[in-house]
């Protein structure tokens, strides 16, 4: 099973994610959204980016994570298939991405996020210890 599932909502799309910890959760939800922009089995890991964000709450920086990452697809024009959380806290986070320059020819594409909301967001960990979040994307 997955750690990560997608939910409908109307016009736009969501994702209920989970995690062991606060890393596991925020590396799913990438996960999730790679996964819902394009089939990952297509993209190589020739490229990699660094992310370094800071936000105030972690549900901030929950939404920061996603939107920079959609930002960074967009504006770099690559498709990502992994990422590597280094450093993780309530409000800052460090990381590797990892995939290749778009190519429409090879990659399979299977929608575009516009933005990341705050629409029904919620990061919680529960209290058996397991992190959990919801998100949803405006398409």
């Not at 969501?14 to 799913?28: A, C, E, H, I, P």
């Not at 990438?30 to 660094?50: H, P, R, W």
């Not at 990422?83 to 575009?112: C, M, R, W």
Request: aromatic fraction near 12%; charge should be negative.
């Amino acid at each position: 099973m997955k750690p990560f599932e997608y939910i409908e909502h109307t016009a736009d799309a969501g994702m209920r994610v989970t995690g062991d910890t606060l890393k596991s959760l925020f590396n799913n939800a990438a996960q999730g959204l790679f996964e819902m922009i394009a089939v990952v089995d297509t993209i190589d890991e020739t490229s990699s980016i660094d992310v370094d964000i800071a936000a105030d709450s972690v549900e901030m920086l929950f939404v920061k994570w996603l939107d920079e990452l959609v930002f960074r697809h967009e504006t770099d024009e690559i498709f990502f298939k992994r990422s590597n959380i280094q450093h993780i806290d309530t409000t800052e986070l460090f990381a590797q991405v990892y995939g290749e320059p778009t190519n429409f020819d090879k990659h399979v594409v299977y929608t575009e996020i516009k933005a990341v909301t705050y629409h029904q967001l919620y990061v919680i960990q529960n209290p058996n210890g397991v992190w959990e979040a919801q998100v949803i994307f405006d398409l």
